[in-house]
């Protein structure tokens, strides 16, 4: 049972570097989210799709960018990495929207 | 707007005895979800339990319930029977039916501890 896996698991960047993080699902889920989760914050959602080739802004997007090309894989960018974006990256899916969420398993990314 | 309040940043609670996690809610949606999430120390998010608004019935799953009093608009979760691996952060979190941005709400969670 994968679910949601999210890769990598761990990743350390310097300041101004980029990066993709891949989540993939195999349920079949319309829905798919980015959150990320800071120390005393919950989540926060960065960016969200309804579906293969749609995507949208959530509540903290900026210096983030995603792309749904394929319905079971959403991909989050970090063009130019900022230490404000050191944090615990979690993915999500659900099949619709008062579902509830199926978590990946997290990616610890650190900005130097 | 919606909003997400746990006010418990740290409980206790002695093995096999009961412990209710508080979990108080803000919005004008009449059709709302809520729900639970359980981060173990090796942090991923687990599902715990989901209560409509329209639900009759409180949720309940095995040793999970969610004692939901809409008037009170608060959804504390309960559970029976600590075990130790019950220790974890446990998240509230909300969506409404007309939440924009398909956003579930999560509040700051609360660290469940089980002493043995």
């Known amino acids: 049972n994968a679910g949601v896996t999210q890769t990598p698991k761990f990743r350390v960047l310097k300041t101004g570097q980029s990066m993709t993080l891949l989540c993939a699902q195999d349920?079949?889920?319309?829905?798919m989210y980015w959150y990320r989760q800071d120390p005393g914050m919950g989540l926060r959602l960065i960016h969200y799709?309804?579906?293969?080739?749609?995507?949208a802004k959530g509540e903290v997007p900026d210096g983030y960018n995603v792309s749904r090309l394929k319905k079971q894989n959403f991909l989050l960018g970090l063009e130019s990495a900022a230490p404000s974006q050191t944090s615990v990256y979690f993915c999500?899916?659900?099949?619709?929207?008062?579902?509830?969420?199926?978590f990946g398993d997290g990616t610890r990314l650190s900005i130097l | 707007a919606q909003k997400i309040t746990q006010t418990q940043p740290g409980m206790f609670v002695q093995e096999k005895e009961a412990v209710t996690l508080d979990c108080t809610y803000d919005?004008?949606?009449?059709?709302?979800?809520l729900f639970w999430y359980k981060q173990p120390s090796s942090g991923e998010m687990i599902f715990l339990i989901y209560?409509?608004?329209?639900?009759?019935q409180n949720a309940t799953e095995g040793r999970y319930s969610l004692n939901f009093q809409k008037a009170r608009k608060s959804a504390n979760l309960v559970i029976s029977a600590s075990q130790l691996g019950d220790s974890a952060m446990y998240f509230c979190?909300?969506?409404?039916?007309?939440?924009?941005?398909?956003?579930?709400?999560f509040g700051t969670g609360t660290s469940l501890t089980v002493i043995p």
């Open positions: 999500a899916s659900s099949y619709g929207p008062l579902q509830p969420q199926h």
């Open positions: 349920m079949n889920h319309e829905y």
């Open positions: 799709s309804v579906g293969e080739g749609t995507t």
């Open positions: 919005t004008s949606d009449p059709s709302y979800g």
């Open positions: 209560q409509g608004s329209y639900d009759q």
């Open positions: 979190a909300m969506r409404g039916e007309r939440s924009t941005g398909n956003q579930f709400y």
